[in-house]
């Protein structure tokens, strides 16, 4: 028995000798390159770049034009793209992919992954998005296969990059330039993501999970729309489910306010006094002072007098609502009220803080300025 164990054992490493012989190890990139990722989010919509990256080593002047980063398309010898493209980095496809749809160049492009390459020229560079991006270099590259091309001009660096690297500058609220460095030439392309449809996408998505078992979710959602002015009907749906919905629906001032304030944007002028009206009384001190605050910058001096003035006589003892009642009476231009107020919050304060703030306003109503 012992004897025809060791011989199956035998069998097996003799079995296994072509799969040692054939395995790699994990190494370094060939060719001195260096492996890189960079990202990026724009709103919420994340892009990433994932490449290699060659040095100058000393061959500055000799990269662009040459075999090194050619010009035009060329046959590579290998493969079978007869007119390939530069590889726009080193070693495999350099890799960008787009979380949500986007343009690149103004021009429309799909949220996915694509194969980065560029028909490099002189004074201007087209970039190409391959829907290929899995193959090694530009050796496969097929125009068939083309998602996108926009033309770029070629910018000049004051000094030399050595290391082939991607970046993402000149950003904005809603979008980047995307620029490869080396040697002294930058190549940039712009990208733009439209932050509001993306962020609604987001939220949609979100809320069929976990986060959907939580008004305060609904709320975010609405109150992200206000905001923004943006899909003012979704809000709507969104603050309807914060207040009454099966299970996670709740009647606060919170999930009442924010459904007032879409009724109020919407023009719905009559329903969303009626719903404020039923979540006045539900609010806290702070709640209350802070909706009254917001009436104020909105200029709505009437209403915000009203606010504050609840709030003073359901606690009159309170450093908030005298604070905040001085801030109403001063929007209505009675200063001499405004400074009564103020000396009682000066008393009531909490803190240095809340004391120093009040008696710096304190001696501007009684220079007869506007402490808002």
Same mark, same amino acid.
């Given at each position: 028995?012992?004897?025809?164990?060791?011989?199956?054992?035998?069998?097996?490493?003799? !079995?296994?000798?072509?799969?040692?012989?054939?395995?790699?190890?994990?190494?370094?990139?060939?060719?001195?390159?260096?492996?890189?990722?960079?990202?990026?989010?724009?709103?919420?919509?994340?892009?990433?770049?994932?490449?290699?990256?060659?040095?100058?080593?000393?061959?500055? $002047?000799?990269?662009? =034009?040459?075999?090194?980063?050619?010009?035009?398309?060329?046959?590579? $010898?290998? $493969?079978?793209?007869?007119?390939?493209?530069?590889?726009? =980095?080193?070693?495999?496809?350099?890799?960008?992919?787009?979380?949500?749809?986007?343009?690149?160049?103004? &021009?429309?492009?799909?949220? $996915?992954?694509?194969?980065?390459?560029?028909?490099?020229?002189?004074?201007?560079?087209?970039?190409?998005?391959?829907?290929?991006?899995?193959?090694?270099?530009? #050796? #496969? @590259?097929?125009?068939?296969?083309?998602?996108?091309?926009?033309?770029?001009?070629?910018?000049?660096?004051?000094?030399?990059?050595?290391?082939?690297?991607?970046?993402?500058?000149?950003?904005?609220?809603?979008?980047?330039?995307?620029?490869?460095?080396?040697?002294?030439?930058?190549?940039?392309? *712009?990208?733009?993501?439209?932050?509001?449809?993306?962020?609604? +996408?987001?939220?949609?998505?979100?809320?069929?999970?976990?986060?959907?078992?939580?008004?305060?979710?609904?709320?975010?959602? %609405?109150?992200?729309?206000?905001?923004?002015?943006?899909?003012?009907?979704?809000?709507?749906?969104?603050?309807?489910?914060?207040?009454?919905?099966? @299970?996670?629906?709740?009647?606060?001032?919170?999930? !009442?306010?924010? *459904?007032?304030?879409? !009724?109020?944007?919407? =023009?719905?002028?009559?329903?969303?006094?009626?719903?404020?009206?039923? %979540?006045?009384?539900?609010?806290?001190?702070?709640?209350?002072?802070? @909706? =009254?605050?917001?009436?104020?910058?909105?200029?709505?001096? *009437?209403?915000?007098?009203?606010? #504050?003035?609840?709030? @003073?006589?359901?606690?009159?003892?309170?450093?908030?609502?005298?604070?905040?009642? %001085?801030?109403?009476?001063?929007?209505?231009?009675? #200063? &001499?009220?405004?400074? &009564?107020?103020? &000396?009682?919050?000066?008393?009531? +304060?909490?803190?240095?803080?809340?004391?120093?703030?009040?008696?710096?306003?304190?001696?501007?109503?009684?220079?007869?300025?506007?402490?808002?």
């Amino acid at each position: 028995m012992k004897r025809n164990i060791s011989s199956i054992t035998v069998l097996m490493v003799l !079995l296994m000798l072509p799969i040692i012989s054939f395995a790699q190890l994990t190494t370094a990139p060939n060719g001195g390159n260096k492996k890189a990722s960079v990202s990026e989010q724009i709103g919420v919509s994340k892009i990433s770049i994932d490449y290699s990256r060659p040095g100058v080593k000393g061959r500055e $002047g000799k990269i662009w =034009g040459t075999q090194i980063a050619h010009y035009g398309l060329v046959n590579l $010898g290998f $493969g079978p793209a007869e007119s390939s493209p530069w590889r726009a =980095g080193a070693n495999e496809n350099t890799v960008i992919t787009f979380q949500n749809d986007a343009k690149v160049e103004g &021009k429309d492009l799909a949220a $996915g992954s694509y194969g980065l390459h560029m028909i490099l020229g002189e004074t201007e560079t087209t970039v190409v998005f391959s829907k290929n991006y899995s193959a090694w270099g530009s #050796f #496969f @590259y097929m125009p068939s296969e083309d998602a996108l091309r926009v033309t770029v001009k070629n910018e000049t660096l004051a000094m030399s990059v050595e290391w082939l690297t991607y970046s993402f500058i000149r950003q904005t609220a809603n979008s980047a330039v995307i620029a490869l460095d080396w040697e002294k030439r930058r190549i940039p392309f *712009k990208v733009e993501v439209d932050i509001n449809a993306t962020q609604l +996408a987001s939220f949609k998505k979100e809320l069929q999970g976990p986060l959907g078992f939580d008004h305060k979710g609904f709320v975010q959602a %609405a109150q992200y729309c206000l905001q923004n002015n943006y899909e003012l009907e979704q809000a709507l749906k969104w603050a309807e489910i914060a207040v009454s919905a099966v @299970y996670i629906g709740e009647k606060n001032f919170t999930t !009442l306010s924010t *459904k007032a304030q879409v !009724l109020e944007k919407l =023009g719905r002028m009559d329903e969303s006094k009626m719903v404020m009206k039923e %979540a006045l009384p539900m609010g806290s001190i702070n709640e209350i002072h802070m @909706y =009254g605050r917001q009436l104020l910058m909105q200029k709505k001096v *009437k209403e915000a007098f009203e606010v #504050f003035e609840m709030n @003073y006589k359901n606690d009159p003892k309170s450093f908030m609502t005298n604070f905040g009642f %001085a801030r109403a009476y001063s929007a209505k231009g009675d #200063f &001499k009220k405004a400074e &009564k107020y103020m &000396k009682n919050a000066v008393n009531l +304060a909490p803190d240095k803080p809340s004391k120093d703030q009040s008696e710096a306003m304190l001696q501007m109503v009684k220079d007869k300025k506007d402490i808002n």
